[in-house]
């Protein structure tokens, strides 16, 4: 059974950078496209960037040339290095395959604001 753990989220100024980090266990985590979601307060959660089993990223617009996803195969860990963070990231971020896995972590807080 998958599990995945969500970290590294916080509250940072406009302009300012996290790094969150997703710890997979559970399945053979090089063979699956991974993903970061978000989900804003009253809004649906989405997808805002992916990357393939070899480290091929798609992102949204809305964060293209900010947000950097990244993993690491031996260790098992999915991360996005956000930089010039915006008051409409916030949000609770999660991560989850590309093709949803029937559960969900608890997500970590991202809150931009000055």
């Known amino acids: 059974q998958v599990q995945l753990v969500e970290s590294g989220g916080g509250l940072v100024q406009p302009g300012g950078s996290l790094r969150l980090s997703c710890a997979v266990s559970g399945i053979i985590f090089s063979n699956y496209e991974m993903g970061w979601y978000r989900q804003a307060p009253g809004k649906q959660r989405e997808l805002i960037a992916s990357?393939?089993?070899?480290?091929?990223?798609v992102y949204v617009d809305s964060v293209k040339g900010r947000f950097t996803i990244s993993r690491d195969n031996r260790i098992n860990t999915l991360y996005l290095q956000m930089n010039s963070l915006k008051p409409e990231d916030t949000a609770l971020y999660y991560c989850?395959?590309?093709?949803?896995?029937?559960?969900w972590g608890q997500g970590t807080q991202v809150t931009v604001s000055s």
């Open positions: 990357i393939s089993g070899s480290g091929r990223p």
């Open positions: 989850n395959g590309r093709v949803l896995f029937p559960t």
